[in-house]
């Protein structure tokens, strides 16, 4: 399953920064209106988009399926959290145009390891649940944090 992954990552990293798609899905993550104004065609980017989404979401379903041995509709229900703090610890803005390929793999790497090292000391799921919780919201929470501090100093008259 690692050889598929990569070779995925490494797909994508170039599609992100390399091609004028990948610095379209940016503009259109800052601002759709900019994008649409400076020539890119949000209709038509989301849509292929959406397509992308929908067949690295079949492929993982079919290597769950692979792993587990189980196709039923309720597998993988609670791994939303995980994800989405995955990839809010990686440096992705919640509110789009930021992020990228590496810090989301290094932070997917981060909560597994987290979650890993918990369950080896007999932490229950629920506490795993909730540490995953605490860093979802650290990971929300300190951008905004910083860029409120960042203001307040450059503000500050000299001396």
């Known amino acids: 399953m690692?050889?598929?992954?990569?070779?995925?990552?490494?797909?994508?990293?170039?599609v992100l920064h390399a091609t004028p798609i990948g610095r379209s899905l940016y503009a259109m993550g800052n601002s759709e209106?900019?994008?649409?104004?400076?020539g890119i065609?949000?209709?038509?980017?989301?849509?292929?988009?959406?397509?992308?989404?929908?067949?690295?979401?079949?492929?993982?379903?079919?290597?769950w399926t692979l792993r587990y041995g189980s196709a039923r509709a309720d597998n993988a229900t609670?791994?939303?959290?995980?994800?989405?703090?995955?990839?809010?610890?990686?440096?992705?803005?919640?509110f789009g145009g930021s992020g990228g390929l590496l810090g989301v793999m290094?932070?997917?790497?981060?909560?597994?390891?987290?979650?890993?090292?918990?369950?080896?000391?007999?932490?229950?799921?629920?506490?795993?649940?909730?540490?995953?919780?605490?860093?979802?919201i650290v990971a929300v929470v300190a951008p905004q944090v910083t860029g409120w501090a960042r203001g307040r100093l450059a503000s500050r008259p000299p001396g």
């Open 106 to 136: 290094a932070g997917a790497l981060l909560l597994a390891s987290v979650r890993n090292a918990l369950q080896l000391v007999n932490v229950p799921s629920d506490v795993l649940n909730i540490v995953t919780g605490v860093l979802l």
């Open 41 to 63: 065609d949000v209709g038509r980017t989301k849509l292929w988009l959406f397509v992308a989404a929908g067949v690295v979401s079949a492929l993982g379903g079919v290597y």
């Open 2 to 14: 690692v050889l598929p992954l990569l070779v995925l990552v490494a797909v994508t990293a170039v």
């Open 78 to 94: 609670g791994v939303e959290l995980q994800v989405i703090a995955a990839i809010l610890l990686g440096g992705v803005s919640i």
């Open 33 to 38: 209106d900019a994008a649409r104004f400076s």
